[in-house]
Antibody, heavy 121, light 112 residues
Framework: QVTLKESGPGILQPSQTLSLTCTFS??????????VGWIRQPSGKGLEWLAN???????YYNPSLKNRLTISKDTSNNQAFLKITNVDTADTATYYC?????????????WGQGASVTVSS | DVVLTQTPPTLSATIGQSVSISCRSS???????????LNWLLQRPGQSPQLLIY???NLESGVPNRFSGSGSETDFTLKISGVEAEDLGVYYC?????????FGSGTKLEIK
């Protein structure tokens, strides 16, 4: 069974750096074809893809936020991370991590429960 | 970026009714490898999204076969043949053909 769980600071101030952790089980990020993606959702709004990291350490970012994003992984501890620098109130959202699986392209086939992040002074 | 336009924004259905949701893309989603990377997800109230269909018409494991997907190039449809109470929530289409990956704005399914 694949499970993922996001963790983060909950609340932070503008201009700070947001650090998120995705702790997962049921798969390994050292296995061919596996990856973890980050997606966010402001309250009551739609989904925005942020970044992906793959088993071979390939990384992809949403260009609209690319200069602010850093994705990384710790394969031995089954974790993936996302950092967003210089946050603003517009970064207030629920942040999800999802497992990526290569199959006819790739899919996000398992999602975490989400971590709520509020940026406020 | 590819813009995915979903219609209708809201859908109200009775149990057992069949419904369809449209997703139109601002560009063809046919990849150079011949496949089309358009997926459908469902986000039930208070829950995280879940994958229903990938590559237009492939049912994800464990998803009931009352869900089906069709379409090509820029026009795609998700059909639910016989809505059940557990189907309420927001449906999103998502494309992975062109970077960056983008989502539609969602269609909210309500049960009458």
């Amino acid at each position: 069974q694949v499970t993922l769980k996001e963790s983060g600071p909950g609340i932070l101030q503008p201009s700070q750096t947001l650090s998120l952790t995705c702790t997962f089980s049921g798969f390994s990020l050292s296995t061919y074809g596996m990856g973890v993606g980050w997606i966010r959702q402001p309250s009551g709004k739609g989904l925005e893809w942020l970044a992906n990291i793959w088993w071979d350490d390939d990384k992809y970012y949403n260009p609209s936020l690319k200069n602010r994003l850093t994705i990384s992984k710790d394969t031995s501890n089954n974790q993936a991370f996302l950092k967003i620098t210089n946050v603003d109130t517009a970064d207030t959202a629920t942040y999800y991590c999802a497992r990526l699986r290569i199959t006819r392209g790739y899919v996000m086939d398992a999602w975490g429960q989400g971590a709520s992040v509020t940026v406020s002074s | 970026d590819v813009v995915l336009t979903q219609t209708p924004p809201t859908l109200s259905a009775t149990i057992g009714q069949s419904v369809s949701i449209s997703c139109r893309s601002s560009q063809s989603l046919l990849d150079s490898d011949g496949d089309t990377y358009l997926n459908w997800l469902l986000q039930r109230p208070g829950q995280s999204p879940q994958l229903l269909i990938y590559s237009v018409s492939n049912l994800e494991s464990g998803v009931p076969n009352r869900f089906s997907g069709s379409g090509s190039e820029t026009d795609f449809t998700l059909k639910i043949s016989g809505v059940e109470a557990e189907d309420l929530g927001v449906y999103y289409c998502m494309q992975a053909t062109h970077a960056p990956l983008t989502f539609g704005s969602g269609t909210k399914l309500e049960i009458k």
